[in-house]
């Protein structure tokens, strides 16, 4: 592989987290790690050149104040179509889920012309007081979880459910959520996502849809799992501008 294209890839499938949590409780925390990338994917390497391989030339800011959403806020109660909030959402607009509500389906993202000024967030209606700090790993006691067979205790201080669940309940190869070919600028936020049990395993949980393309597709603090041992598959796409910011 091209060294500069392996170099790119690498940085933009960069987790943006240096620390580890227990429970509520964060061992260390440190703002989102956008120490080599500044606002609006400006490169800050302080070189152009590692040895013989050229260093990454454009990266994703990852940073909550690096993506706006100043728009509307659409509001899906439980039970409301969650599909037809995506597709009235506009450029700049949030749509906010009841914490604590399940959404069942297979849901698609819209592609919109949107940019660096105009993300559309879909985050849980819980304030962000009440999940970990931004650049913190979100744990299943945010989910209302107390325990889980046969791992370490989380220790949980309380497991108060403030994120909102979207499931499917398919057995094709993945889902809940699917990319629209050429869909960019969205960040997840204070949400779980999963796939029924007995239904069988998926591949992804989050894909790009019809080996289409996407980009600027930020998790930030989002619970990926599948039942039954809760490991966390998580996204997949041809293009891999989307990025894990816990």
């Given at each position: 592989?091209?060294?500069?294209?392996?170099?790119?890839?690498?940085?933009?499938?960069?987790?943006?987290?240096?620390?580890?949590?227990?429970?509520?409780?964060?061992?260390?925390?440190?703002?989102?790690?956008?120490?080599?990338?500044?606002?609006?994917?400006?490169?800050?390497?302080?070189?152009?050149k590692?040895g013989?391989?050229?260093?990454?030339?454009?990266?994703?800011?990852?940073?909550?104040?690096?993506?706006?959403?100043?728009?509307?806020?659409?509001?899906?109660?439980?039970?409301?179509n969650?599909?037809?909030?995506?597709?009235?959402?506009q450029?700049?607009?949030?749509?906010?889920?009841?914490?604590?509500?399940?959404?069942?389906?297979?849901?698609?993202?819209?592609?919109?012309?949107?940019?660096?000024?105009?993300?559309i967030?879909i985050?849980?209606?819980?304030?962000?007081?009440?999940?970990p700090?931004?650049?913190t790993?979100?744990t299943?006691c945010y989910?209302?979880?107390?325990?889980?067979?046969?791992?370490?205790?989380?220790?949980?201080?309380?497991?108060?459910?403030?994120l909102?669940?979207?499931?499917?309940?398919?057995?094709?190869?993945?889902?809940?959520?699917?990319?629209?070919?050429?869909?960019?600028?969205?960040?997840?936020?204070?949400?779980?996502?999963?796939?029924?049990?007995?239904?069988?395993?998926?591949?992804?949980?989050?894909?790009?849809?019809?080996?289409?393309?996407?980009?600027?597709?930020?998790l930030?603090?989002?619970?990926?799992?599948?039942?039954?041992?809760r490991?966390r598959?998580?996204?997949?796409?041809?293009?891999?501008?989307?990025?894990?910011?816990?």
């Amino acid at each position: 592989m091209d060294l500069m294209r392996f170099a790119r890839e690498v940085t933009l499938l960069l987790f943006a987290l240096t620390t580890i949590v227990v429970g509520m409780q964060p061992l260390a925390h440190a703002a989102p790690d956008n120490r080599y990338c500044g606002p609006r994917g400006t490169v800050q390497f302080g070189a152009s050149k590692d040895g013989p391989a050229a260093l990454p030339i454009t990266c994703m800011y990852t940073a909550l104040i690096g993506t706006p959403s100043r728009g509307r806020i659409l509001q899906v109660a439980a039970g409301a179509n969650l599909q037809s909030a995506l597709n009235n959402a506009q450029c700049g607009d949030t749509i906010q889920l009841q914490a604590g509500a399940t959404f069942t389906g297979f849901f698609t993202l819209p592609a919109r012309s949107c940019d660096a000024n105009h993300w559309i967030t879909i985050r849980t209606s819980a304030p962000s007081s009440s999940l970990p700090p931004e650049g913190t790993r979100i744990t299943p006691c945010y989910a209302g979880v107390s325990s889980l067979p046969g791992r370490p205790a989380l220790n949980c201080v309380t497991t108060r459910n403030v994120l909102a669940k979207i499931v499917y309940p398919g057995s094709r190869s993945s889902g809940p959520l699917g990319l629209a070919p050429g869909a960019n600028h969205y960040r997840l936020l204070g949400l779980e996502i999963t796939r029924s049990p007995g239904t069988g395993g998926v591949s992804t949980l989050f894909r790009v849809r019809m080996q289409g393309k996407a980009d600027h597709i930020v998790l930030d603090r989002v619970d990926t799992w599948q039942p039954p041992r809760r490991h966390r598959p998580c996204c997949a796409s041809e293009r891999h501008d989307v990025c894990r910011d816990h």
